[in-house]
């Protein structure tokens, strides 16, 4: 019932900034907690970013705590990362997800639904 569109994603220099935007779809996506992942090549898909299902609630990984933000938009059917000061290790796929049942979706296990996932590329 929930549909799930990445948007945002491409080519940055170092020290850039981009924000990737997640629409959602789905008269039960109120209820969902929202996130975001990156998948490394060769790698397991990762946390990044949540945000609870009000919004009043954030949390990050270490790795982009104080560069990146989460939020959810106006009528809460879209969710957005701003992602400040890129580095070249952030070069990944990002991946919006939504999870039913939890306060925050960190664990990729818990999540219902993917996004089909968006390119970010950063260059030194």
């Known amino acids: 019932q929930v549909q799930l569109v990445e948007s945002g994603g491409g080519l940055v220099q170092a020290g850039g900034s981009l924000r990737l935007s997640c629409a959602a779809s789905?008269?039960?996506?109120?209820?969902?907690?929202m996130g975001w992942f990156r998948q490394f090549p060769g790698k397991e898909r990762e946390f990044v970013a949540a945000?609870?299902?009000?919004?009043?609630?954030?949390r990050y990984a270490d790795s982009v705590k104080g560069r990146f933000t989460i939020s959810r938009g106006n009528a809460q059917n879209t969710v957005y990362l701003q992602m400040n000061s890129l580095n070249p290790e952030d070069t990944a796929v990002y991946y919006c997800?939504?999870?039913?049942?939890?306060?925050?979706?960190?664990?990729?296990?818990?999540?219902?639904?993917w996004g089909q996932g968006t390119q970010v590329t950063v260059s030194s």
């Open positions: 997800a939504a999870a039913l049942g939890f306060s925050l979706v960190i664990n990729p296990k818990s999540v219902d639904y």
């Open positions: 789905g008269r039960t996506f109120n209820t969902y907690a």
């Open positions: 945000i609870s299902v009000s919004g009043g609630t954030t």
